[in-house]
């Protein structure tokens, strides 16, 4: 079982990016999907949550209005887009699957049984 992030890359302060998440091994169309980020020196930080079917999503506050989650599960993928990009977004982005049944939104990466290996981001001034 493979989650492969990719997307990541230099880009500009108020720039965007898309992440895709690409997902083997097995399907996830029925779990939990997130991303999470980790900056140089820091913890490794929520970003998104969305549910199975993507019909619900879920942002940290210093994303939201900025970030979408989305995913296709024809395709075993899910997505980060990131517009209006801040040097404080810098960070390594990882994506998540989760197959655990929580009444939360999954904002802690204990919840989480599957990690990508991680795309850098980084945001220059």
């Known amino acids: 079982v493979q989650l492969q992030a990719s997307g990541g890359g230099l880009v500009q302060a108020g720039g965007s990016l898309r992440l895709s998440c690409a997902a083997s091994g097995r399907t996830f169309s029925r779990n939990v999907m997130g991303w999470f980020r980790q900056a140089p020196g820091k913890e490794r930080e929520y970003v998104a949550t969305i549910s199975w079917s993507g019909g619900s999503t879920y942002y940290a506050d210093s994303v939201k209005g900025r970030f979408t989650i989305s995913r296709d599960n024809a395709k075993n993928t899910v997505y980060l887009q990131m517009g209006n990009l801040s040097p404080v977004d810098t960070a390594v982005y990882y994506c998540?699957?989760?197959?655990?049944?929580?009444?939360?939104?999954?904002?802690?990466?204990?919840?989480?049984?599957?990690w990508g290996q991680g795309t850098l981001v980084t945001v220059s001034s």
């Open positions: 998540a699957a989760s197959t655990k049944i929580e009444s939360s939104y999954y904002v802690s990466p204990s919840l989480y049984d599957y």
